[in-house]
């Protein structure tokens, strides 16, 4: 009844949760960007809002992720899966964002698991 509400669980748990979206949604690269898009919004919400060292840096990864899945959906949009569209060729540099944001989410997990302590 009188349980209190340990930050540091809710924050490992908010993480976890973010990094199985995250893993999960690799496994199918267009449907699965929503995935990995609102896993890395959960990473850096919960590290924002417990104020995690690292915090900046996910928040940079979100929004790297959030450039390139938009760009991705927007791109499938008007041209759908076929690649030779009248689309400009510049496009495929802002879908770039989207695995430099994973990658740097996986960056950051290592940094996290292998240089820091604790969560």
């Given amino acids: 009844m009188g349980e209190e509400r340990n930050p540091g669980r809710i924050l490992q748990i ?3 949760a973010g990094l199985l979206l ?10 699965g960007s929503l995935s ?3 896993g890395s919004a959960l990473i850096a919400g919960v590290t924002f809002k417990y104020r995690d060292p690292q915090y900046e840096y996910y928040l ?7 450039i390139g899945v938009l760009t991705l959906l927007m791109r499938y ?4 899966i076929d690649v ?9 540099i802002l879908i770039l964002a989207y695995p430099i944001g994973w990658f740097f989410i996986l960056v950051l997990l290592f940094v996290r698991l292998f240089w820091m302590k604790k969560i």
């Fill in 22 to 31: 995250v893993f999960l949604g690799v496994l199918e690269p267009l449907r």
């Fill in 14 to 16: 908010g993480f976890y």
């Fill in 36 to 38: 990995v898009l609102f």
């Fill in 60 to 66: 940079i990864a979100a929004a790297l992720v959030f």
């Fill in 77 to 80: 949009y008007f041209s759908g």
């Fill in 84 to 92: 030779e569209t009248a689309l400009l060729s510049s496009w495929g």
